[in-house]
């Protein structure tokens, strides 16, 4: 009876090119959600210190049209 030998998942899916189209696939889908996560937080992050800024009141002198 012949023994059979316990391989990687890497050794036997090594040299499967669609195997590493769908890796490649995964990794792109991975770090394109790092990226959108990473600008999601960084506006909102932005968003939420400018909401919170006080308000500002300007006042200017009296405004008189066609005098002059």
């Known amino acids: 009876m012949e023994r059979r030998k316990i391989r990687a998942r890497e050794e036997i ?3 499967s090119p669609s ?3 769908w890796k490649l ?3 792109a889908t991975m ?3 790092l990226v ?3 600008l999601q937080y960084y506006f909102i992050t932005v968003f ?3 909401d ?5 009141t300007i006042f200017t002198g ?3 049209v066609g005098v002059g």
């Open 13 to 15: 899916s090594h040299d």
């Open 19 to 21: 195997v590493r189209r």
């Open 25 to 27: 696939a995964a990794r």
């Open 31 to 33: 770090g394109a959600a």
């Open 36 to 38: 959108y996560s990473a």
């Open 48 to 50: 939420m210190e400018i």
């Open 52 to 56: 919170s800024l006080p308000g500002v």
């Open 62 to 64: 009296p405004i008189t």
